[in-house]
């Protein structure tokens, strides 16, 4: 599904993000990567989502070799792919129920198609009755709902999600853990780049973390017992 | 494109619009007076070309006599000649007998019996549909050896290939400067919707829109802004010719002899479509530059 064979990154300026890094996820996985700032967490978000191109190395996604992806491809490869951000991104000037049935319409899904998805999606992500709602109107946690239920509206076979709970209390940040979790349960390869301890510790997942550009360690469970000090 | 495709496409259109409507009405009003100031010029140039078309018609006519002793295959191998050449418009032929009884009325039967019925030459007079093309015509006549003479006006055909000349030079440069005013305006408002609709276009393109479907809206609503401005320009521009043309027609004759406007029917139809023609096509012009620019991939 994901395979990260010896990249490394190397950015215009100079800095390193990533040094020489090996990973290979399955299908239907839950992963957390987990490091400090500057390890590199984002950096390989960027070239999954391929906003960036490695200096070295082999990434493969779902059968597409990422750096030879051409203009034509890269659309139809991100409609496999669903990204939940920090900051949600939600367009404003849009109600819950338009900025998922937008996530839809943009890839060309039939109406119909349209009207069945959105409202279950909205049911899974438990913001039925907020279909009108603007997000300035929501609060951050349900703003995060609509951010995955966008996500999630095209079906996707895999799912990154950018510090989802980044700006949410620690009761809210459970909720939207325990939803990611419910989306892998359906299937779905998750994949969580956090620095919340509580929430790694809560799935007891595997977690690849990062240090420096490198990988430090990949284990299966917390690795939060003794080192959450450091994060 | 599936039809939801395309209700997306003009939604997203009209919500740009919506969205920026200030900017969107002030494009329209210049890209209407653009339209508007070429119009005026087109109508004048259009006005000025139809009359010199009008006078200078009886005298551009190319005489071209064949000589006297010429005979019938003589006069038909001219004949093919003159009918090969795709700048000949129209042939009118003269015989012999023809142009003996007109110089008979002219100078009278007496002197003409005495000098006899072939001793006038046969000739084609030849109307031409390009004026800058008379030269070349005669000079191609003149070296074929069964033609005894041709005749035409030199100075005519000048005046007429520079006013020509003029016209469309004239109408070239004008076209061009304010179709450049109205691209960079057209351009300028993609421009600022462009960048509304920045963190949208970030968010199509993170979930897999293709860039088809993500620059459509602002070419159609560049095409948009030249569609509406050139129906305004034309409602305003065929109002006005329409009044010109009742208050001048038949009064315009009394002060400067056979001069005519165009007639009003033959301006609404040339203005309808060079005005939607050019509206549009610069709205889709102004849109490629700004989406070429501010929405790289």
């Known amino acids: ?231 | 494109m599936k039809p939801v495709s395309i209700k997306y496409i003009l939604v997203e259109s009209f919500n740009n619009i919506v969205r920026n409507k200030v900017l969107f009405i002030t494009s329209i009003f210049t890209v209407c007076v653009t339209i508007l100031l070429m119009g005026v010029v087109g109508i004048l140039l259009m006005n000025v070309s139809y009359n010199s078309d009008t006078m200078m018609e009886e005298m551009l006519n190319i005489t071209v006599y064949v000589i006297p002793e010429a005979d019938e295959k003589t006069l038909n191998d001219v004949q093919d000649v003159l009918i090969n050449d795709p700048h000949v418009a129209d042939i009118k032929y003269i015989s012999q007998l023809e142009a003996y009884e007109a110089s008979k009325e002219l100078v009278g039967e007496e002197i003409m019996e005495e000098l006899g019925h072939d001793f006038l030459p046969a000739s084609f007079i030849v109307k031409l549909d390009d004026v800058t093309y008379a030269n070349i015509f005669v000079r191609k006549m003149v070296a074929m050896s069964n033609i005894y003479e041709v005749k035409y006006s030199s100075e005519a055909y000048e005046r007429a290939g520079s006013i020509s000349y003029t016209i469309r030079y004239v109408c070239g440069i004008l076209t061009g400067l304010l179709g450049v005013l109205s691209l960079f305006l057209i351009s300028n408002t993609i421009k600022i919707t462009v960048s509304t609709s920045k963190e949208e276009v970030t968010i199509m393109r993170y979930i897999g829109a293709s860039e088809a479907r993500i620059k459509a809206p602002f070419y159609l609503q560049g095409g948009f802004i030249g569609f509406l401005g050139a129906i305004i320009s034309f409602i305003i521009a065929g109002f006005g010719y329409n009044y010109i043309y009742t208050r001048l027609e038949g009064s315009l004759s009394e002060y400067i002899g056979a001069l005519e406007l165009v007639p009003v029917s033959q301006m609404l139809l040339v203005l309808l479509g060079v005005f939607m023609l050019y509206g549009i096509v610069l709205g889709i012009l102004g849109s490629f530059f700004a989406i070429r620019k501010y929405l790289k991939a």
Do not use: W
């Open chain 1, 1 to 231: 599904m994901i395979d990260f064979n010896n990249v490394s990154m190397i950015y215009k300026s100079g800095t390193e993000a990533l040094h020489a890094v090996n990973f290979h996820i399955d299908p239907g996985e839950f992963v957390f990567i987990t490091g400090k700032s500057g390890s590199g967490k984002s950096t390989i978000i960027k070239l999954l989502m391929r906003e960036e191109r490695q200096t070295s190395g082999d990434i493969f996604v779902n059968g597409y070799d990422l750096f030879n992806l051409s203009r034509y491809d890269l659309p139809h490869y991100r409609r496999r792919l669903g990204v939940v951000f920090q900051d949600c991104r939600l367009l404003m000037n849009k109600t819950v129920y338009q900025n998922i049935e937008f996530a839809m319409e943009i890839i060309g899904e039939s109406n119909r198609t349209i009207k069945q998805v959105v409202p279950k999606l909205l049911h899974m992500v438990d913001l039925e009755g907020k279909e009108k709602s603007f997000p300035d109107e929501l609060a951050g946690g349900e703003q995060a709902r609509v951010a995955l239920a966008r996500a999630i509206a095209n079906a996707p076979d895999i799912l990154i999600a950018d510090e989802p709970t980044g700006n949410l209390d620690p009761k809210t940040s459970v909720e939207i853990v325990d939803l990611l979790y419910k989306v892998n349960q359906l299937g779905t390869t998750v994949l969580v780049v956090t620095h919340d301890t509580r929430i790694v510790d809560r799935l007891q997942q595997r977690v690849i973390r990062l240090q420096g550009g490198k990988i430090a360690s990949d284990t299966e469970g917390s690795i939060y017992e003794n080192e959450a000090c450091e994060y």
